[in-house]
């Protein structure tokens, strides 16, 4: 006799874009202010908690 799994825990990941008006680029930077907010999630370029001066953003942050 096999024994039948099932799978307990679905796999369908969470569909999340950038926020940014126009952008349609996948979201996978994340932030909520609290875990009471939902979570808004941005395309790196869009990304508005990047660090100042990071070599990633160029020195500066985006207009939020």
Do not use: F
């Not at 952008?23 to 990304?47: D, L, Q, T």
């Not at 508005?48 to 953003?57: D, F, I």
């Amino acid at each position: 006799m096999a024994i039948e799994q099932t799978d307990t825990h679905p796999h369908a990941p969470d569909e999340h874009y950038c926020e940014h008006p126009g952008c349609n680029e996948w979201g996978g930077y994340g932030m909520a202010r609290s875990r009471g907010e939902p979570v808004r999630w941005w395309c790196w370029p869009h990304y508005p908690y990047k660090e100042p001066g990071s070599a990633r953003t160029g020195g500066a942050l985006p207009n939020a």
